[in-house]
Nanobody, 117 residues
Framework: QVRLVESGGGTVQAGGSLRLSCAASGLSVSDYRMGWSRQAPGKERQFVAAIRGSDTSYADSVRGRFTISRDNVANTVYLHMDNVKPEDTAVFYC????????????WGQGIQVTVSS
């Protein structure tokens, strides 16, 4: 069965760094568009970053600060966050989508990231 398990969340001060990991099982991350989304309290879920093959995409709010990467051997996707801001505080979700467009096929359970000022 497919599982996406996030780890690496927690509390970090503004301006600091944090790396999230998404360990996948039941699918190969090399075959999917892997991504990260987040949802802050009272707000809609928003796209953060994605990687498909060697192509990456980022939300404007995180471009230049966040980096998505993939380790095919470890079957793991990462989100490295630099210069985090209080507005980055949210539950972050790992996502997977087989097709080029459409809804995500799989979601992780989410992990809390809190940025303190």
């Amino acid at each position: 069965q497919v599982r996406l398990v996030e780890s690496g969340g927690g509390t970090v001060q503004a301006g600091g760094s944090l790396r999230l990991s998404c360990a996948a099982s039941g699918l190969s991350v090399s075959d999917y568009r892997m991504g990260w989304s987040r949802q802050a309290p009272g707000k809609e879920r928003q796209f953060v970053a994605a990687i498909r093959g060697s192509d990456t995409s980022y939300a404007d709010s995180v471009r230049g600060r966040f980096t998505i990467s993939r380790d095919n051997v470890a079957n793991t996707v990462y989100l490295h966050m630099d210069n985090v801001k209080p507005e980055d505080t949210a539950v972050f979700y790992c996502t997977a989508r087989l097709r080029r467009a459409g809804n995500n096929d799989y979601w992780g359970q989410g992990i809390q990231v809190t940025v303190s000022s």
